[in-house]
């Protein structure tokens, strides 16, 4: 069983910076790709920036020269440096992944817990 755990999420004034950590833990085989989601309240979930097992990025327009994603494959972890953070930053973000637990198995759709970031004008 593989799981997703968040860390980092909080409160910060407009400007300032967080960095979102998610760990995926278990029996894994490979991990095909990895992204960070939001959802404000009221709004539908969107992507925010994802990364593949290669190392291709991703982001949504509105996060693009201030949010950086990365990964390290030997810690089966991905971040989300959140930097010059805005008001409507203001979401549950939550860890996305695409993973094979085995070489037959595969699990594309694995969801984290969630993490609160709040961001004050």
């Known amino acids: 069983q593989v799981q997703l755990v968040e860390s980092g999420g909080g409160m910060v004034q407009a400007g300032g910076s967080l960095r979102l950590s998610c760990a995926a833990s278990?029996?894994?085989?490979?991990?095909?790709?990895m992204g960070w989601y939001r959802q404000a309240p009221g709004k539908q979930r969107e992507l925010v920036a994802s990364i593949t097992g290669g190392g291709n990025t991703n982001y949504v327009e509105s996060v693009k020269g201030r949010f950086t994603i990365s990964k390290d494959n030997a810690e089966n972890t991905v971040y989300l440096q959140m930097n010059r953070l805005k008001p409507e930053d203001t979401a549950v973000y939550y860890c996305?992944?695409?993973?094979?637990?085995?070489?037959?198995?595969?699990?594309?759709?694995?969801w984290g817990q969630g993490t609160q970031v709040t961001v004050s004008s």
């Open positions: 278990g029996t894994i085989f490979r991990i095909n790709a």
């Open positions: 996305n992944a695409d993973v094979n637990p085995s070489r037959w198995l595969r699990y594309k759709d694995l």
